[in-house]
Nanobody, 122 residues
C-alpha cells in the first residue's frame, strides 16, 4: 500500500519554527520528486516547495525571505519542510505529495498524504 504520512504540525506563536516530516512507504521513494502544499480554510491548495529525486530544490515560496527549506533523505524515505519565522498567514493544513516531475501544480502529483495542521497565533 502506497502511503505518505506527515507529522510535526502543531500550534505555535508568530516567529516560531516547525519542521514537518513526511514518511513514504509502498513506493520507490527515490524515483519521485516530492512536494509540499498547504490549504487554509476556504482557500485553494497552495504550492509551498518541491524537491527533485536527488535533493535539489525545484521551487519554493518566499525564496527571498528564506523562511522555508525543503530537504529529503532517500535512505529514510522521508521528505522534510523546515519553516522558520512563522506568521499567522502560514496557518493551514500541510500536505506532502509525490510526483514524477515535481512542478508547482497539484494535478502533477499522484500520491498525497493526509495532511498535518499548522496553526500560528500572533
Amino acid at each position: 500500500q502506497v502511503r505518505l504520512v506527515e507529522s510535526g504540525g502543531g500550534s505555535v506563536r508568530s516567529g516560531d519554527s516547525l519542521k514537518l516530516s513526511c514518511a513514504a512507504s509502498g513506493l520507490r521513494f527515490g524515483a519521485y520528486a516530492m512536494g509540499w502544499f498547504r490549504q487554509a480554510p476556504g482557500k485553494e491548495r497552495e504550492f509551498v516547495a518541491s524537491i527533485n529525486r536527488s535533493g535539489g530544490i525545484i521551487a519554493i515560496i518566499d525564496s527571498e525571505e528564506g523562511r522555508f527549506t525543503i530537504s529529503r533523505d532517500n535512505a529514510q524515505n522521508s521528505v522534510y519542510l523546515q519553516m522558520n519565522s512563522l506568521k499567522p498567514e502560514d496557518t493551514a493544513v500541510y500536505y506532502c505529495a509525490a510526483s514524477a516531475v515535481g512542478t508547482k501544480r497539484p494535478e502533477h502529483y499522484s500520491v498525497w498524504g493526509q495532511g498535518t495542521q499548522v496553526t500560528v497565533s500572533s
